[in-house]
């Protein structure tokens, strides 16, 4: 009687375009695409609020480690990385694309240190950014005295980590009790709606500081 499309790839909503739904149906994504069934966490305002936290504390040579390029949420947390830094007037490099695990975020932040040219990283998800912990405590440096980083999503171990990450908390029961209820608006004309955007939240923590440089 209805259905919810989750998926997160750009791909899966081109083909739910060529579809001939016949059902109610909902879909999470934030492109802007069919806005009378979608429901969506403000990827770009989360990013921008996590370069914006950064640069508030001084950081003017940030990487931002990136996820896969044909994710959606990943393409809107770069662009409200390159449009925070653009509107601050800092110099941007181009993003490390990444595939969200902690694996990759281990390896990228061994090579970017071999250089270290950067005081911050904003790693597009919470895993990638405690694989960027890991090789930054390898290479004998402490968080955040020598390297600031700050995640995305709020995962419930990110509050565990070492220290605890500073992130952008995404509400994800409020976006599923919204989509419910948005898609039993659809089947019921009686019942709320909840159509729109949820603005995420940037949740403060210990892995953020001043620039050693």
Request: hydrophobic residues 45%; proline residues 6%; glycine residues 8%.
């Amino acid at each position: 009687e209805g259905l919810v499309v989750i998926a997160p790839q750009v791909r899966v909503f081109d083909t739910l375009a060529q579809l001939s739904i016949d059902v109610p149906y909902v879909t999470l994504q934030s492109t802007g695409r069919d806005p009378q069934h979608t429901l969506s966490v403000d990827q770009i305002s989360g990013a921008r609020k996590a370069t914006r936290h950064l640069i508030e504390r001084g950081h003017r040579l940030i990487y931002h480690l990136a996820g896969p390029q044909d994710w959606i949420e990943a393409e809107a947390r770069m662009r409200g990385f390159l449009d925070e830094m653009g509107a601050q007037d800092v110099p941007t490099t181009a993003p490390i694309l990444g595939d969200w695990t902690a694996e990759f975020g281990f390896h990228a932040g061994r090579e970017l240190l071999t250089v270290r040219d950067f005081t911050a990283i904003f790693a597009s998800n919470d895993q990638m950014a405690l694989g960027v912990m890991h090789a930054i405590r390898d290479a004998g440096l402490e968080i955040p005295r020598d390297v600031s980083v700050i995640g995305f999503d709020d995962i419930p171990e990110a509050a565990h980590f070492w220290p605890p990450l500073t992130t952008v908390r995404q509400d994800f029961a409020e976006l599923g009790r919204r989509c419910v209820a948005l898609l039993l608006g659809d089947i019921d004309s009686a019942a709320p709606e909840y159509r729109g955007t949820l603005e995420p939240e940037l949740i403060v923590r210990d892995s953020v500081g001043a620039p050693a440089f």
